[in-house]
Nanobody, 116 residues
């Protein structure tokens, strides 16, 4: 049983930085992929970044160079370092974990608001 819980959202000014974290609680078997989606107001959810257990990463093209995903396997935690934030980065950020069975578990989201 895995329950991701996000933290670190808030209000920041354009150009600022923010680090999101997401920790898994419950019984941990094996978490393979971890990652983040986001949903801007009035828009569908989109993939932000993923990271596999071996450390390989994938980012949305528009976010490369500004966002960095990392994970601490010992803590079952995934992070998203967001730099040079823009107003269009505003939205609810959702964490997901994929366990070895292939099932996905989603957090409830954390709100990031970037002011102009």
């Amino acid at each position: 049983q895995v329950q991701p819980v996000e933290s670190g959202g808030g209000l920041v000014q354009a150009g600022g930085s923010l680090r999101l974290s997401c920790a898994a609680s419950g019984i941990i078997v094996n978490i393979n992929a971890m990652g983040w989606h986001r949903q801007a107001p009035g828009k569908p959810r989109e993939l932000v970044a993923t990271i596999l257990s071996g450390g390989s990463t994938n980012y949305a093209d528009s976010l490369k160079g500004r966002f960095t995903i990392s994970r601490d396997n010992a803590k079952n935690t995934v992070y998203l370092q967001m730099n040079s934030l823009k107003p269009e980065d505003t939205g609810v950020y959702y964490c997901f974990f994929t366990v070895n069975s292939g099932r996905d578990y989603w957090g409830k989201g954390t709100l990031v608001t970037v002011s102009s």
